[in-house]
Structure formats: C-alpha cells, structure tokens
C-alpha cells in the first residue's frame, strides 16, 4: 500500500512538472520566410474550376514557368538562406535573452531572406499579370484565394502547452459569464 501511495506521488509530480514546461520554439525554415514554394498546376486548375483543355494548357504553362523562375531563385540563393537557417536554429533559445545576438540574427535576415523575399514577390506579380489575361474574373478571385491559402501555410503554428490550453478555456468561459449563469 506504501509503495502505491509513493508510485501515485511520484506519477503526479512528474504530471504537474510535464505540464509547466515552457513550449518548444519551432523550427525555423528560411526557404518559408522568403516565400519559396511550387504551385502543383493540376490542384490548382483544380481549385479554380477551369474546365477547358485549351485554358488548363494555357495555365499549366504559365505555373510551370512560374515554378522554374522560383527553383531558380531557390538554387542561387539556397547556400545563404541554409545558413541562416542554421545559425538562426541553433541560437534561437539564446536569441531571447541576449538583445546583442537578436540583433545580429535580425540583420542577417535582412541581408540574406528579405532580398530573395522580394525577388519572389517580383515573380509573383508577374504570374499574377500573366493568369488575369488567361482567366475570368471569378477564376481569378478563385486563384487569389488559393494563392493565399498556399502562402499561409508556409507561416509556423506558434507552440502550444497544456497550460495556455486549460487557461483558454477558463478564459472562454468567463467570457461567457461564468459556470451556471444564465444568458437571457
């Protein structure tokens, strides 16, 4: 009975412990800062419903000249954004306490991934000039939608832990007026 007691002790202090530990820093991914990615034309013409051969032909080209301008940007520029992120996963945590370091990171970023960012942005609008000669109105404001959907899933989910968790749902249901409380 002793020995179950200890057991249970010790299993509720490694809960409690567990459960207090700041969250993880994500990983960082200078190929995502700098808006590095490839359009798969066949979801794509997918998402903007295009239904003609001749319109689908016409827009598969255009994304693959897209997608070889951004690989090519990609290799020119992969050996610098992969230092960067590397020194920047490295050094993260101490990043934070140390205001010099943070700086230096921060001037990194904008020598090596705002540059390639902007060269990026460059080729995009011309993609995007190109596909509203191709599309319809509707198609296109279809193709800004997934533009957009795409782009956002490059941006990191911000860490979670057990205790923001439980915290939001208190802070939900005070918002809410409390346990109990009617709502007329």
Request: proline share 5%; no cysteine.
């Amino acid at each position: 009975m002793r020995k179950l007691f200890f057991l249970f002790l010790a299993f509720n202090g490694l809960l409690i412990f567990g459960q207090n530990q700041p969250p993880k820093m994500p990983k960082y991914k200078a190929k995502n800062a700098a808006g590095i990615f490839y359009y798969d034309a066949v979801e794509a013409a997918k998402k903007i419903k295009l239904k003609k051969e001749e319109k689908i032909s016409v827009f598969s080209k255009i994304i693959k000249n897209y997608n070889n301008d951004i690989k090519n940007i990609s290799f020119l520029n992969g050996p610098k954004l992969n230092d960067v992120e590397l020194t920047i996963n490295s050094v993260g945590e101490q990043a934070f306490k140390n205001p010099d370091l943070r700086s230096k990171i921060r001037k990194m970023i904008e020598d090596t991934v705002i540059p390639v960012r902007d060269s990026v942005l460059k080729k995009e609008k011309k993609l995007n000039k190109k596909l509203e000669e191709v599309l319809s109105s509707k198609q296109l404001k279809k193709w800004l939608r997934y533009q957009t959907s795409q782009k956002n899933k490059l941006i990191p989910k911000p860490p979670q832990n057990n205790q923001s968790r439980n915290n939001g749902g208190m802070m939900q249901r005070n918002r809410m007026g409390g346990m109990g409380r009617r709502r007329f």
